[in-house]
Each structure stands twice: as structure tokens, then as C-alpha cells.
């Protein structure tokens, strides 16, 4: 990753030198009540220290199994949760512990697409409503609502001729394009992707990443690319973060990653895809399920379910080292 | 080989507000003893709805098995009475779903679930029966099994939660294991080990009919492929054919939308546009708004399936031995 300066803390911000997003030691905690009458909190560590840097232009793909805490932090982000620790810069200025009204401003600027399109939408507007409801609450609408809903609509390939109809009449590819074309509507820097593609069918899946391609090299978007799915991961993120149980393991750029990945559980999420016309090697045993966020296991999360623990394993955590151009938490690396 | 499953001219319709609709229209299939065929296709193409279907689980109405026959090992099962019939289910042919949660019953502990399966179809002490059951938790390789009978399926994680469906549809021993998309709620890794089980415990010995809109997941598992689009079969042939040589335009754009293992931003090959809606499909071949070599015989015409190749068939017009006339 390159290095940039650090942004200053007085809110000038420049895209060509400073990061768009920099996240630093974050971390979110649910506290849970075990029981009805055991008093002893139980303590998740849903986001548990994590730390990157995303330039603008560019696609951070953050995968996980589930429970791993990357929706967590997406939504902690987003302002969702609220955060227990750490700082995030976005744009150059302090992006946790806003105030609503600080927080409705930066909205102009960070957006995000859900995995549901259908629930992400009110069921009772119609499709001009909906994408331009963010751009009459800026004052940033061109024209008459209909003539700048129709262009956004063409630009996510919509049929203007819909631009009537409510959500409930729409496949589910072009509810997602409806997400998307709310999204960028307000031409913002950053688009948090949660699970954006995962519930559409192959054919369409293509389709709506092909999209989000498309009009990240039109106005230079950057997304936080948030799903389960290695494959559609590394066909849009230039960078890629892998996270386990609340903690970022390795991270680097996507051919490094999925070419040779170096944490234990790298290599075990990538063996463990069925690559169609692909005989699997009979040596990619997967063992374990992930544990629970509120237990983990002591030391490095993942050594229960690692081939190659080792004694230090079992009691440390290994810390972030940097190896060949990648940051990877493992002892092996140590 | 004689086929343990034949599948025959099966038609099933759906009366809905806006109309009927034809969710699976004149599929036609079979499977041989240990054989394992994978069904794919994309939301709403009725591979799920042949799968209940077979076993007449479709609630009617508004569903209704319109036409077809399911010759299952000597018997008709769209024809046998229900007593005969819930013998063969759960005993014979069982049943494997996407939703673990949903499929188990969250009232009952996961032991009285297994051991009322077990003395529903046969006769066994009470202690038999859980002994049995429990050998089987093992088998699928839940910890401390003998305590986990006593747990209530919500208690259990995804992944635990689908072993138990798995120990329950595997541990009587039936000729036929339909599972419909066991996976697709679960994490790869996880999948990975339940495919490992399901292929163990299966020795050869069980036909699976697996349905998946997941192209990897057929390919590990299945011998078989049955390619469904719009409610029709576009195309069926054994896994390395499918694979090396698809005929149809439809599973060559699915095969081509798969995002592959990249290194980096990459435009993939979509397959343009949408399925036509069950309501309004068009005359003619049903896949030719989407279709890259569409022609005029297309718009017209139903290509029926043929031969194109060794147990190879596919309904394309581009296949047919007369394609020049």
C-alpha cells in the first residue's frame, strides 16, 4: 500500500495526497445479558481493533464467514452503531461520535447498498421518489425531478418508462439498480457495499457488478466492498482485508491475496471454493466452524481450526507483520 | 442400467391472482441407482418446484400436478394412495432443504425429532432407536452427540443445525436423496465439509437429485447435470461434457457469469437482460430475448431437446440437425 501523509486535523482534505478513509484501531462491543437472573454481562467483541486505509478511486473487499464482524463494522461506519474504540477519518475529518445533524451532512458523502434490494426500500414510493429524495434534502436536483431521476435511471440501465412504478413490480437485479442509482445519486465518495450482489442470480450478479464497475470509472467512486464470496471479491476490490472473528488477519491487494495468500485461513477460505471444471486438491480439508464472537478462543483466534498451530498460538496474539507488500497476523510471519 | 427414478412429461401449475402459471412444463428426467444429477438454474426457472413435486409436496391448491408421471422404483407416485406414499417419504426418498431452522421442528429436542422418524418407519425399542440416532450424530460429526440429543435445534449453529437434517435424511438408509440447495445458507467452509460428508455417507450406494443454482457445487458433487431456464430443461449431460462443451446459449452464458478467482477489477461476462415472467413467456424459444445467436426460427418456433452429442441433449435450434433448413 502507498504511503500518504497522514490527514491534517484541520479538515483540508486533498483526495490526491490524503486517504479518503482511514480507520485506526476500531473497535465495536455489544454488551449481552447471558441470562435472566445471571448479572454477568457478556461482552462481544464484534469489531475488535481493526485498522486500514482506503483511497479514493479505489475498492477495499472486505470477506468474512459469518458472525466475522464485517457488516459490524460497515454499519459502524455508516454511524449504525455506535463504536467503543478507535478513530476514523473520512475525508479528513472525524467520521465516529458525530452529532446527528453532523452526521445527516457527511451522509452527502457516504452511502451504502444492503444485500436485501426489496427491504431496502419503501414500499410505498415510487422509483423517482426514492432516488431523488436525497438530492431534494441537498438541494443538488438539475432540472425537474422527473428529467434528473430519468438520467439516473439510464445510467444504472433502467427503463425510464418505470419511472412510476413502486418497488414491489421490479425483478430483484433492477431493485438493486434502484439501490444503486439512490446511492450515487448524490455523487458521493464512498459507497459501503454490504452483501450487494449476494441474493441476485449469477447471470444478474454479473450484470449489477459489471455496473458498479462502470460508475466507479465515471466518478471515481470508491466502495468498501463487503461480502462472504472470494470470487465476486476479487473481480472488484483492488485491495482485499480478511477478517476473522473481529480482526483483520491479512490484507493487501487482490492478486497477492488470492495469488498467494499467506495466513492459514486465507488459504483455507480460498481451498474451500468449489471452482467449477476444477478437480479440488484432496489436501484442502477444512476443519472446526468458527467460534463464537462472544468466546473466542485464547491467543490467535483461529489456532483451534489451523493446520499449522503452533505452542505460541494457543496463548498469543500474534501482531500485524508486514510481509512482501501485505500485512498479515500470524506467528508463522512473526 | 434400469433407472431407480423416472421422471416423465411432469407439468405443474400455480394459480396466482394474475394467472396461472406453469412453473415446470413437460421436464422429463432420470436417475440410476447411486447416480447423483445436480438440477441448476436461476431463481424462478422451477427446478425447486419439480423437487416437491416428485413427492407430491406441493400444496394444492394453488399448486396442481397437471400432467407426468414419477416411476420411483417400481411405483407411480403421482398415482399410489397417501398411506403408500408416506412410506416411501422420509423411508425411501428423503429430503434435505435449505433451511435447517425452518425444516426442523423448534419445539422438539433434536433426539425425540431423529428417534419419531425412526419408529415411524420401523420397528425398534425406544433405546434402540436413540442409540441408533445417536451413532448417527456421530457419524455426521457432532460433538458429544449423546448430549446434543437433548438440545433444541435453535440452540445448535447453522452448520450443526444442517448435519442433524443430513443424519436424519441419510440414517434410514433411503434409495433417494433430494436436497435442495443444503448449502446455500452456509458459510464455503462449512460447505465444504458437509459436501465431504454427504459424498461419505452416500457410498455409492444412494442416487442424489441435488438442486443448486451454484455451477461449482454441481460440479463437486454430481456426475449429472440438468440445465432448467423458464421452466423448461435447456439442457442435460454428464458433468465433463456439460462442463467442456455446453451447447446451449443459456449455460454457456452461465458458465461464462461465474465470477472466477481474479486478481483485481474485472468486467465479467453477464448474460444481458431478465427472465421473462412465467405469466407472459414468449412463443417461441423462451431464452431468445437474452440469446447472443438469436434467429428468426427462434421467435417462432419451440426447439425441443435433442441429441446433440453422447447422453448429451439440448433444446436449441442451433443444435438441431436441420438447423440449415
Redesign the interface.
Given at each position: 500500500m502507498r504511503e500518504k501523509t497522514v490527514a491534517n486535523p484541520d479538515g483540508k482534505w486533498d483526495p490526491a495526497n490524503d486517504f479518503l478513509l482511514e480507520v485506526s484501531d476500531l473497535k465495536t462491543w455489544f454488551e449481552t445479558k447471558k441470562g435472566l437472573f445471571s448479572g454477568k454481562p457478556q461482552r462481544i467483541r464484534a469489531v475488535d481493533g481493526v485498522r486500514f486505509c482506503l483511497e479514493q478511486n479505489q475498492?477495499l473487499g472486505l470477506v468474512g464467514?459469518?458472525g466475522c464482524g464485517k457488516t459490524t463494522l460497515g454499519r459502524t461506519l455508516l454511524g449504525l452503531e455506535t463504536a467503543s474504540a478507535g478513530d476514523v477519518r473520512f475525508r479528513g475529518r472525524p467520521l465516529l461520535y458525530l452529532s446527528r445533524k453532523q452526521m445527516d451532512q457527511m451522509r452527502r458523502h457516504l452511502q451504502v447498498v444492503f444485500q436485501d434490494p426489496l427491504s431496502s426500500l419503501n414500499p410505498r414510493m415510487n422509483v423517482m421518489d426514492i432516488i431523488t429524495e436525497g438530492l431534494e434534502r441537498f438541494g443538488m436536483l438539475e432540472g425537474t425531478k422527473q428529467e434528473h431521476a430519468s438520467r439516473l435511471m439510464a445510467e444504472v440501465g433502467l427503463d425510464k418508462a418505470m419511472i412510476y412504478r413502486f418497488p414491489h413490480e421490479f425483478?430483484?437485479?433492477?431493485r438493486q439498480r434502484i439501490n444503486i442509482a439512490r446511492a450515487v445519486s448524490l455523487r458521493p465518495d464512498l459507497v459501503i457495499c454490504d452483501e450487494a450482489v449476494s441474493a441476485l442470480?449469477?447471470?444478474?450478479?454479473?450484470?449489477v457488478?459489471?455496473l458498479l464497475?462502470t460508475l466507479?470509472e465515471a466518478h471515481h467512486l470508491s466502495y468498501l466492498f463487503i461480502s462472504?464470496?472470494?470470487?465476486?471479491v476479487?473481480?472488484?476490490?483492488?485491495q482485499v482485508a480478511v477478517m476473522y472473528l473481529g480482526r483483520i488477519v491479512e490484507a493487501g491487494?487482490?492478486?497477492q491475496i488470492?495469488?498467494d495468500p499467506c495466513h492459514p485461513y486465507t488459504q483455507?477460505?480460498?481451498?474451500?471454493?468449489?471452482?467449477?471444471?476444477?478437480k479440488?486438491a484432496e489436501s484442502?480439508q477444512?476443519?472446526g466452524?468458527?467460534p463464537s464472537p462472544a468466546d473466542p478462543p485464547p491467543g490467535c483466534h483461529f489456532h483451534p481450526r489451523c493446520p499449522k498451530a503452533m505452542e505460541v498460538c494457543r496463548h498469543t496474539s500474534p501482531d500485524q507483520t508486514r510481509l512482501r507488500d501485505r500485512t498479515v497476523c500470524c506467528h508463522l510471519y512473526a | 442400467m434400469k433407472a431407480l427414478l423416472s421422471v416423465d412429461n411432469l407439468a405443474i401449475e400455480f394459480a396466482t391472482d394474475e394467472g396461472v402459471i406453469r412453473a415446470v412444463d413437460g421436464v422429463s428426467f432420470a436417475i440410476r441407482a447411486g447416480q447423483s444429477l445436480g438440477l441448476v438454474g436461476?431463481?424462478g426457472c422451477g427446478k425447486s418446484v419439480t423437487a416437491l413435486g416428485l413427492t407430491r409436496l406441493i400444496a394444492s391448491p394453488p399448486g396442481r400436478i397437471v400432467s407426468g408421471s414419477v416411476h420411483f422404483d417400481g411405483r407411480d407416485l403421482l398415482q399410489i394412495n397417501t398411506r403408500e406414499l408416506r412410506a416411501v417419504r422420509g423411508n425411501e426418498i428423503s429430503m434435505i432443504f435449505q433451511e435447517p431452522l425452518s425444516a426442523l421442528s423448534p419445539l422438539h429436542r433434536i433426539g425425540r425429532q431423529l428417534t419419531e422418524a425412526i419408529g415411524f418407519h420401523h420397528r425398534m425399542s425406544k433405546k434402540a432407536a436413540r442409540e441408533y440416532a445417536v451413532s448417527w450424530l456421530q457419524k455426521v460429526g457432532i460433538p458429544d452427540a449423546q448430549s446434543r440429543m437433548d438440545a433444541y435445534p435453535f440452540q445448535l449453529?447453522?452448520?450443526?443445525q444442517q448435519r442433524v437434517m443430513i443424519a436424519m435424511a441419510l440414517m434410514l438408509s433411503p434409495k433417494l436423496v433430494i436436497a435442495d440447495e443444503p448449502t446455500t445458507a452456509l458459510?464455503?467452509?462449512?460447505?465444504?465439509?458437509i459436501?465431504a460428508m454427504i459424498r461419505e455417507m452416500m457410498q455409492n450406494q444412494t442416487s442424489l437429485l441435488l438442486i443448486t443454482?451454484?455451477?461449482?457445487?454441481?460440479?463437486?458433487m454430481c456426475d449429472r447435470v440438468i440445465v432448467m431456464y423458464a421452466s423448461r430443461i435447456v439442457e442435460t449431460a454428464d458433468i465433463e461434457t456439460l462442463?467442456?462443451a455446453p451447447a446451449h446459449p443459456y449455460t454457456r452464458?452461465?458458465?461464462a457469469?461465474?465470477?472466477?478467482?481474479?486478481?483485481?477489477?474485472?468486467?465479467?461476462?453477464?448474460?444481458?437482460g431478465?427472465?421473462p415472467s412465467p405469466l407472459d413467456y414468449p412463443a417461441g424459444c423462451r431464452f431468445q430475448d437474452r440469446c447472443p445467436d438469436v434467429f428468426d426460427r427462434c421467435r417462432t418456433q419451440d426447439p425441443a431437446l435433442v441429441t446433440c452429442g453422447k447422453d448429451h441433449l439440448a433444446a436449441c435450434f442451433l443444435v438441431y440437425p436441420d438447423k440449415e433448413a
Open positions: 475498492t464467514e459469518s425483478s430483484g437485479g433492477q442470480d449469477v447471470s444478474i450478479q454479473a450484470q457488478i459489471n464497475l466507479q462472504h464470496d472470494l470470487g465476486v476479487s473481480n472488484i476490490a483492488d491487494t487482490t492478486a488470492i495469488g483455507m477460505l480460498i481451498a474451500a471454493l468449489p471452482v467449477a471444471g476444477q479440488r484442502a477444512v476443519k466452524e468458527t | 436461476e431463481s449453529s447453522g452448520g450443526m458459510d464455503v467452509t462449512t460447505q465444504a465439509q459436501f443454482h451454484d455451477m461449482g457445487v454441481v460440479w463437486e462442463f467442456a452464458g452461465l458458465m457469469a461465474i465470477p472466477k478467482l481474479a486478481g483485481g477489477r474485472n468486467h465479467l461476462t453477464d448474460i444481458p431478465q427472465v
